[in-house]
């Protein structure tokens, strides 16, 4: 597989990607990698490393969209951005997939300018993945479609159902609607219907709403939301995370008899240090688009590009797309018949 990366994307760019795509040559056989950016500062960072580079590309590209740009402007003016020519390689199909971890907003108008949606896709939807008490679960939207109808929802669900078949290995996986209460009937205008539409799709695994207190128990494999509170909830989360682990840091540092103890669960505080980092969890995807487009987190570090860059390949190696591609045909039949 051909992986092209946003060499020049991200807060820690290009110290840690070019890393990281280092990495992922190492771990990952018959592995080929783009990387795209300002040539001379690649190479610059290339020359740090002694592995053989004969299945490394550069493209050069003398544009960066930065964190702080308005995302659909940067997008428009910064034509040569690194983040365009990556997104380029794709459609062209000189490249299997792509992976930034550039600025979020501008990256989700770029993919979808360039790749354009499958046919059939109601909206793109970010995919993300949690941790959970059983192992992971896949959550939808989290910041690509902010306003949603029901029926994106309804296949939001189908499209993350394949998504866990094929990359968690999950026959038959559990979907659940994100809602304010489990009762049917609860919620919005919008999660009312969708409710209804996803109770009677018979492609899915519906086993109705959930709560966001019940999303990590373990029980529901694929949960749909529309963008906004998906992103709110992802945000949400990934502060808590980082308060939790901070606040047993300073509590451990009050006391000698709590280093001990400390030092007795180093082992199982490592553990839960390792599920709760989202540099384990690889790239999100946008789903629904006509090519692969993988979006690690802006401060990614190496093990964060290493893993989005392995979720990029497995995602190609499992012809993902034409597998998108066969669900929204035949939903478009079934809704024809």
């Known amino acids: 597989?051909?992986?092209?990366?946003?060499?020049?994307?991200?807060?820690?760019?290009?110290?840690?990607?070019?890393?990281?795509?280092?990495?992922?040559?190492?771990?990952?056989?018959?592995?080929?990698?783009?990387?795209?950016?300002?040539?001379?500062?690649?190479?610059?960072?290339?020359?740090?490393?002694?592995?053989?580079?004969?299945?490394?590309?550069?493209?050069?590209?003398?544009?960066?969209?930065?964190?702080?740009?308005?995302?659909?402007?940067?997008?428009?003016?910064?034509?040569?951005?690194?983040?365009?020519?990556?997104?380029?390689?794709?459609?062209?199909?000189?490249?299997?997939?792509?992976?930034?971890?550039?600025?979020?907003?501008?990256?989700?108008?770029?993919?979808?300018?360039?790749?354009?949606?499958?046919?059939?896709?109601?909206?793109?939807?970010?995919?993300?993945?949690?941790?959970?008490?059983?192992?992971?679960?896949?959550?939808?939207?989290?910041?690509?479609?902010?306003?949603?109808?029901?029926?994106?929802?309804?296949?939001?669900?189908?499209?993350?159902?394949?998504y866990v078949e094929l990359l968690m290995g999950k026959k038959n996986p559990t979907v659940g609607l994100l809602n304010i209460g489990t009762e049917e009937g609860k919620g919005n205008e919008i999660t009312r219907e969708a409710y209804e539409l996803l109770k009677n799709n018979k492609r899915i695994n519906f086993r109705g709403s959930i709560e966001s207190t019940d999303m990590l128990n373990g029980d529901t494999d694929v949960v749909v939301t529309d963008g906004f509170t998906g992103n709110m909830v992802l945000k949400t989360s990934e502060g808590i995370a980082k308060f939790m682990l901070s606040s047993i840091k300073e509590e451990i540092g009050k006391s000698f008899i709590y280093k001990i103890g400390a030092l007795l669960l180093k082992p199982a505080l490592k553990n839960i240090v390792r599920k709760m980092d989202s540099s384990e969890y690889g790239g999100a995807i946008f789903l629904g688009l006509n090519g692969l487009s993988i979006k690690a987190h802006g401060n990614s570090d190496s093990t964060a590009i290493k893993n989005a860059i392995k979720v990029a390949n497995r995602f190609a190696e499992m012809k993902f797309i034409d597998e998108l591609k066969n669900i929204i045909d035949i939903q478009d039949k079934e809704i024809k018949l």
């Open 1 to 162: 597989m051909k992986i092209a990366l946003d060499a020049m994307g991200g807060d820690n760019a290009p110290v840690e990607t070019i890393k990281g795509a280092m990495m992922a040559l190492e771990e990952i056989e018959g592995l080929e990698l783009v990387l795209v950016g300002k040539k001379e500062i690649i190479e610059e960072e290339l020359s740090k490393y002694s592995i053989n580079k004969d299945k490394i590309e550069i493209v050069d590209a003398r544009e960066i969209v930065l964190m702080t740009d308005e995302p659909v402007s940067a997008i428009k003016t910064k034509k040569d951005s690194s983040m365009n020519r990556t997104l380029e390689l794709v459609k062209e199909g000189k490249v299997d997939a792509s992976v930034s971890a550039g600025n979020t907003g501008a990256l989700i108008a770029a993919s979808q300018l360039r790749l354009k949606r499958i046919k059939g896709v109601l909206r793109p939807a970010i995919a993300t993945m949690f941790p959970n008490k059983k192992g992971n679960m896949l959550m939808l939207d989290v910041g690509a479609t902010a306003d949603c109808k029901p029926d994106f929802l309804n296949q939001y669900a189908m499209m993350g159902s394949k």
